[in-house]
């Protein structure tokens, strides 16, 4: 018995949503605006196109170097370009996946979408899915 396979898996990354891009818009505007993005995201879910959506904090971690030995805090200058949310789409293909960005409320106050294909190949060969843990007895 096969499994039947599961669509594809995009990301939509939400850049250029800090406050000072919506700092224009009145109140009754900024209202609509929620509204409209509330009912954007909910359709997605209730569809069954979208699993989960979450905004980031704007405090920025960053850890490299060997051993992670350089741990750096943010934000930083280039804020419009920080990724501050996100939505997992669950849709048949690059195009649906746009096609679902070009129609979020935020765009036309400049806010960027990135939508990106997760991959279950990583090109070092890393897994990236982990398997259910088993209980022990």
Known sequence: MSTPALPPTYMLLFRNTGPEVFAHLSPEQRQQLITCWNEWFEGLVAAGKASEGQ??????RVVSGAAGSRVVDGPYAESKEAVA????????SLDEATAIAQRHPGLEHGMKIEVRELTPHCHLGVNTNAAPAVAKA
């Open 55 to 60: 905004p980031l904090e704007t405090h920025i």
């Open 85 to 92: 949310g996100y939505v997992k789409l669950h849709v048949g």
